[in-house]
């Protein structure tokens, strides 16, 4: 079986994603046709492009896997079945949590097949998740993240994009998409970001404060020309996409000499500062776009907010 291998730029909402895809054909046309049907329907309930996608390349992987087992009907598996597959992804030195992530698509695949009355009973409820360590969020410390901004501010649009993630901690993705349209003010004269809605997250209005205000106006002053209208451009005019975004803050990383640090990482840190300077746990979650507080509450473990010092930006330390 040859395989093909394409790169893929979908532009969706606000997020610009850039994907390496696997094109393997799924060799049973009645398993083949439960995939696309499955990706219909992950579409119409609004799910993100690139989780359909994910979805999608798992549930091909596992559909092969029962093919080359010599099943032919998918009301034929069973837990013997869904084991030996978890199985066979453990013996291929897949990681614990990429075991998961599949685990986690199988159900839902399966959870599709019951409502849509493919299957009379879901055998993917007992299939078990691998045990793996769950790392804490990486928070960087002061000296880390005013070392990350002293070797970004020889780059006006780097500076302006470290800037803007640590003191506004949006995602990569929504900082990707974001159009120049997207700076605004209120009637008050306070400024802030419009994060678009997209996928299951909803849009969201994110405070600008000064030290991220100004940076992106530097930037502004810089910006080629261009009729693309996404705030953050290539030299060519060209959207930055989010690849290229990771890869130079990677690299301001490892100049900076910041080690085991990622894009997100500034996220993390914009969350972890706020909650230990008395900011509440609401709040914060509505800042950052979390769908459940318990997603921030995870964050409460790594600060000490017992004394609570007067609420203060990023900039200020």
Avoid: W
């Amino acid at each position: 079986m040859i395989e093909c291998y394409n790169l893929i730029v979908y532009t969706l909402g606000y997020f610009k994603f850039d994907i390496f895809i696997t094109l393997r054909k799924i060799l049973n046309p009645q398993f083949a046709k439960l995939q696309k049907d499955f990706t219909e329907d992950l579409r119409e309930k609004g799910r993100a492009e690139a989780t359909i996608i994910a979805y999608a390349k798992d549930i091909e992987q596992l559909l092969n896997f029962f093919t080359d087992k010599g099943i032919t009907k998918i009301s034929d598996t069973d837990i013997t079945e869904l084991e030996a597959y978890k199985k066979h992804l453990q013996d291929n030195n897949y990681t614990p949590k990429s075991v998961s992530r599949k685990i986690n698509s199988t159900r839902t695949f399966y959870r599709y097949l019951l409502e849509n009355s493919v299957i009379s009973d879901n055998p993917a409820e007992k299939l078990a998740h691998p045990k793996f360590e769950t790392k804490p969020p990486r928070v960087l410390s002061e000296m880390e993240y005013r070392a990350l901004r002293d070797v970004s501010r020889v780059d006006v649009r780097l500076y302006s994009i470290v800037e803007v993630l640590l003191q506004t901690g949006i995602r990569i993705g929504e900082l990707s998409g974001l159009s120049v349209d997207d700076i605004r003010e209120t009637k008050d004269g306070l400024d802030y970001l419009y994060i678009k809605a997209s996928g299951s997250h909803d849009s969201r209005k994110v405070p600008l404060n000064k030290s991220a205000k100004k940076a992106i106006d530097e930037y502004l002053k810089i910006r080629p020309e261009t009729e693309d209208d996404s705030l953050y451009v290539t030299k060519n005019g060209r959207p930055l996409l989010v690849r290229n975004i990771r890869t130079t803050i990677d690299r301001a990383f490892e100049r900076a000499g910041i080690k085991n640090a990622k894009v997100n990482d500034l996220r993390n840190t914009f969350i972890a500062h706020h909650l230990a300077n008395g900011v509440s746990l609401v709040t914060v979650s509505k800042l950052v776009g979390h769908k459940r507080l318990s997603t921030t509450e995870k964050y409460l473990g790594l600060i000490n907010n017992s004394k609570p010092e007067t609420e203060k930006s990023l900039k200020d330390l």
